[in-house]
């Protein structure tokens, strides 16, 4: 099972940028396809990016696409994200996870701590 740890987020002012990164134990870490989720106080966790095992395939959001980017460095075991234009309505916890499905939208395996992204207004 992959162990993973968030970390790259903070307080910014709606129009900035922020880059998250997700840390993953696991040696296979290179055969997972990996995905950014979040959750706002008081909503259900949702559906961020994906990015296949080979970086050949990504997905986003329809709230992200155009704004966000997500890719990975598996010889860092490592999945960024990077927002741009954040907005108020992107403050959340985020969170990586393994994912599977045919658009990678399907968590499974345990939860890292996530990272919090405030963007003020």
């Known amino acids: 099972q992959v162990q993973l740890v968030e970390s790259g987020g903070g307080l910014v002012q709606a129009g900035g940028s922020l880059r998250l990164s997700c840390a993953a134990s696991?040696?296979?870490?290179?055969?997972?396809?990996m995905g950014w989720f979040r959750q706002a106080l008081g909503k259900e966790r949702e559906f961020v990016a994906a990015?296949?095992?080979?970086?050949?395939?990504?997905y986003y959001s329809r709230s992200v696409k155009g704004r966000f980017t997500i890719s990975r460095g598996n010889a860092k075991n490592t999945v960024y994200l990077q927002m741009n234009s954040l907005n108020p309505e992107d403050t959340a916890v985020y969170y990586c996870?393994?994912?599977?499905?045919?658009?990678?939208?399907?968590?499974?395996?345990?939860w890292g701590q996530g990272t919090q992204v405030t963007v003020s207004s």
């Open positions: 996870a393994t994912v599977r499905g045919a658009t990678l939208e399907i968590p499974f395996g345990s």
């Open positions: 696991a040696r296979t870490f290179t055969t997972y396809n």
């Open positions: 990015i296949s095992w080979n970086g050949g395939s990504t």
